[in-house]
T-cell receptor
Framework: AQTVTQSQPEMSVQEAETVTLSCTYD???????LFWYKQPPSRQMILVIR??????QNATENRFSVNFQKAAKSFSLKISDSQLGDAAMYFC?????????????FGKGTKLSVIP | GAVVSQHPSRVICKSGTSVKIECRSL??????MFWYRQFPKQSLMLMAT?????????EQGVEKDKFLINHASLTLSTLTVTSAHPEDSSFYIC?????????????FGPGTRLTVL
């Protein structure tokens, strides 16, 4: 079984500043993927960034980047130049290949507020 | 591309009735569809995984006779909440994996808010 832990229920950041959201995970699998999803008030889940565990290079998507520390099982998300539209719930997730399909296990989420 | 729709977006029903929620992949074929439940201010909890033409695999603690899942085609899965009760009120989200795509990638529908009176 996989577990994903987000220890920050809420975070806030000043507009244009940088914020880092923490995530740790536990898995016994060698083949897995890690994700950060954003859920705005509309509740539509939006993929922010994805990391393949076998890749050492940290994934980046424009203002979003991750710090993937495989040995420490840590997967933090850094948001640079924060914008008002970044305000949302952020969920860290990992996959497991249960039932022959890649099932997602989510953390409890971090609510990010952006202060103008 | 990779759009998933859900219908209805909101439904209110009386206790004891059954409610069907549809999940469609609009522009791709889905090998697998997933159903999640999300309570207010909480995370997504996986309810079941379904593959086209097969019986769904339910997570521990999810009543398969209460939450009926049918995955009749590569673009449609339905979740029927049978004999709904107020405690079934929640936000239900489906997702789909792209046939031939990266198996680990899921595309999410916009969700359905169910209120049982």
């Amino acid at each position: 079984a996989q577990t994903v832990t987000q220890s920050q229920p809420e975070m806030s950041v000043q507009e244009a500043e940088t914020v880092t959201l923490s995530c740790t995970y536990d898995t016994s699998e060698s083949d897995y993927y890690l994700f950060w999803y954003k859920q705005p008030p509309s509740r539509q889940m939006i993929l922010v960034i994805r990391q393949e565990a076998y890749k050492q290079q940290n994934a980046t998507e424009n203002r979003f980047s991750v710090n993937f520390q495989k040995a420490a099982k840590s997967f933090s998300l850094k948001i640079s130049d924060s914008q008002l539209g970044d305000a949302a719930m952020y969920f860290c997730a990992s996959t497991s290949s249960g039932a022959g399909s890649y099932q997602l296990t989510f953390g409890k989420g971090t609510k990010l507020s952006v202060i103008p | 591309g990779a759009v998933v729709s859900q219908h209805p977006s909101r439904v209110i029903c009386k206790s004891g009735t059954s409610v069907k929620i549809e999940c469609r992949s609009l522009d791709f074929q889905a090998t697998t569809m997933f159903w999640y439940r999300q309570f207010p201010k909480q995370s997504l909890m996986l309810m079941a995984t379904s593959n086209e033409g097969s019986k769904a695999t339910y997570e521990q603690g999810v009543e398969k006779d209460k939450f009926l899942i049918n995955h009749a085609s590569l673009t449609l899965s339905t979740l029927t909440v049978t004999s709904a009760h107020p405690e079934d009120s929640s936000f239900y989200i489906c997702s789909a994996s792209l046939l031939g795509g990266r198996a680990s990638e899921q595309f999410f529908g916009p969700g359905t808010r169910l209120t049982v009176l």
